[in-house]
């Protein structure tokens, strides 16, 4: 609420130019479970939400649990917020490797042995600047190839890199194949699926984090929205990652936060000891927006 009021420089006397009136800022929600303190492990692998409680986050686990490999465990011995942190780790799952992977929204279900379908996003309405997390990573080189995007080439020297993007949107399940709560379907058999947030036309803002081993620690180096930093990652590491708008009017329906800990588990190919540790997510409100 705010109203006008003026000094009369004479007297010093206020006098009211106008009655209160209103205003109304945006809402500012957060991530749920955001130190996954919540957690059911009651199952053959582990469900980032506590039993009979709503799921937010989910992870491949649905597909590889069911041959013997969790790709998403809850780490109860290494954690920077609170008690636990999620640890994804890659595994070749007895026919195909899988990439460690947790995301905003619910596997759909796998296609034989040949991969799965995700549905990512979650309702939303805000607009925040940034997101900040605690992360660490640990890899080695590609020892799984199967394949890679169109224009580039990856060799068994070439070491394993981790990712987190975050985007806001308008996705509408009715184009990109998902659920109303998450509209944004993947399948990992099929490349025209897969979205480049980058260009896509219904992301609102979108942000990229990138973690690319080394031989020795220090030499690891992240790639924050385009800006390198070169330093040991094997060990926690807080990161503010700018959302970089590219429309300021329109209001998100959706988030989608996706982890990894094999940058192209989506074309089967990485490193099957990669771990990625996140915890402590925390959208930001607080500071300035960048734009495209």
């Given at each position: 609420s705010y109203r006008l009021v003026v000094n009369k420089s004479a007297n010093g006397e206020e006098e009211i130019i106008d009655g209160v009136s209103e205003i109304t800022t945006d809402a500012a929600p957060n991530v749920p479970n955001a130190s996954f303190e919540e957690y059911d492990t009651s199952g053959k692998y582990p469900l980032f939400y506590a039993a009979g409680g709503s799921k937010w986050w989910d992870?491949?686990?649905?597909?590889?649990?069911?041959?013997?490999?969790?790709?998403?465990?809850?780490?109860t011995d290494d954690a920077k917020v609170g008690s636990t942190s999620a640890r994804l780790q890659s595994a070749y799952a007895v026919v195909k490797f899988a990439a460690g992977n947790l995301f905003t929204g619910e596997f759909a279900g796998v296609i034989g042995t040949k991969?799965?379908?995700v549905n990512f996003g979650r309702p939303f309405k805000g607009r925040p600047s940034k997101i900040r997390f605690w992360v660490k990573y640990t890899s080695g080189t590609m020892n799984r190839i199967d394949g890679s995007p169109a224009g580039v080439t990856l060799s068994k020297s070439d070491y394993d890199i981790a990712q987190v993007k975050v985007a806001l949107g308008t996705w509408n399940n009715s184009k990109y194949g998902g659920s109303s709560d998450s509209p944004v379907?993947?399948?990992?058999?099929?490349?025209?699926?897969?979205?480049?947030?980058n260009t896509d036309a219904s992301t609102i803002a979108y942000g990229?984090?990138?973690?690319?081993?080394?031989?020795?620690?220090?030499?690891?180096?992240?790639?924050?929205?385009g800006v390198t930093k070169t330093e040991d990652w094997t060990q926690w590491h807080q990161v503010e990652l700018d959302l970089v708008y590219r429309d300021l009017n329109t209001i998100p329906t959706h988030i989608i936060i996706s982890c990894a800990a094999s940058k192209y588990g989506d074309y089967f190919t990485g490193c099957d000891t990669s771990k990625l540790w996140i915890d402590g997510v925390e959208l930001v409100y607080d500071s300035e927006i960048v734009t495209k």
């Open positions: 992870s491949g686990n649905a597909g590889s649990g069911d041959y013997g490999f969790v790709i998403c465990d809850v780490d991969g799965g379908k379907q993947v399948n990992t058999t099929d490349v025209n699926t897969f979205v480049d947030y990229d984090f990138q973690i690319t081993g080394a031989a020795n620690a220090v030499d690891y180096t992240a790639n924050i929205n």
